[in-house]
């Protein structure tokens, strides 16, 4: 399971920084920025645990975010471009595994529902919000905590 959870830490998935799109960009991280909790997730097209869904979180301010998923963290800083379709994310891990690593993926925000699926350091964006055995890809989807 654990090489799963380095994964899903990365996204955290998931969130955030400058892109191009100016006053865009900063709205969108606005609305990114929050407590938020796993509804599910997949890694290389299997489920991730109810046990590991259960126990993920997801902090974003502004350009910075932490996931904690199965006891381990990782933080780091994001950026966005909400004008792509579908929408991009580049999350850079400041501490982790892929430390220093740039992860390219795609999100997308619907009425407190965050979809980010992420491609493994190094491989191309996805294209669709789906995994796949052998692509390393992950796809988690948080909902919004209220305070």
């Known amino acids: 399971m654990k090489l799963y959870v380095l994964p899903v830490l990365a996204v955290g ?19 990114l920025e929050g407590t938020w909790g796993m509804v599910s997730g997949e890694a290389k097209g299997e489920k991730l645990s ?9 902090t974003i301010v502004g350009d910075k975010y932490t996931v904690n998923v199965s006891e381990n963290a990782i933080t780091g800083t994001q ?8 929408k991009a994310i580049d999350a850079i891990d400041t501490e ?9 993926g795609i999100y997308k925000l619907e009425k407190g529902i965050f979809t980010v699926c ?9 294209t ?6 052998g692509t390393g ?3 988690h ?3 919004l905590k209220k305070e």
């Open 137 to 139: 890809e992950i796809l």
């Open 96 to 104: 982790g595994p892929h430390k220093g690593k740039t992860v390219f």
């Open 141 to 143: 989807v948080w909902k």
């Open 128 to 133: 669709e919000f789906t995994t796949k055995s």
């Open 118 to 126: 992420l491609a493994p350091p190094g491989k191309d964006r996805p």
């Open 79 to 86: 950026k966005i471009d909400p004008t792509m379709k579908p």
């Open 13 to 31: 998935l998931l969130i955030a920084a400058n892109s191009s799109g100016g006053d865009t960009v900063k709205t969108e991280l606005k609305k």
């Open 50 to 58: 109810e046990s590991t869904v259960k126990s993920a979180k997801l």
